[in-house]
């Protein structure tokens, strides 16, 4: 007899985050604070073999917060962007 092989390859997870622009009025001193956290959480893979059967399950969570404090005359642009990308791919050979 010839044992049943399973092959499972998940979660991809691409996360790009944060970009910042300041602008800071001309003879103004001010204090512009940006703060950018951004958690990813990927891939959980789970393959059973049992009479040649595969499961594969892929988690993506991505959580992006931004918080901008403006102080005086100051213009402060921010702009988030995230992108997840997640991609599963599973073979199951009997």
Same mark, same amino acid.
């Given at each position: +007899? &010839?044992? +049943? *092989? +399973?092959? /499972? #390859? !998940? *979660?991809t997870a691409t996360?790009? $985050? @944060? $970009? !910042?622009?300041t602008t800071t009025a001309a003879a103004t001193t001010a204090t512009t604070t940006a703060t950018t956290t951004a958690t990813t959480t990927a891939a959980t893979a789970t393959t059973t073999t =049992? /009479? /040649? @059967?595969?499961t594969a399950t892929a988690t993506a969570t991505t959580? =992006?917060? &931004? !918080? $901008? /404090?403006a102080t005086a005359a100051t213009t402060a642009t921010t702009?988030? #962007? !995230? @992108? $997840?990308t997640t991609t599963a791919t599973t073979t199951a050979t009997a």
């Open positions: +007899a &010839t044992a +049943a *092989a +399973a092959t /499972a #390859t !998940a *979660a996360t790009t $985050t @944060t $970009t !910042a622009t =049992a /009479a /040649a @059967t595969t959580t =992006a917060t &931004t !918080a $901008t /404090a702009t988030t #962007t !995230a @992108t $997840t």
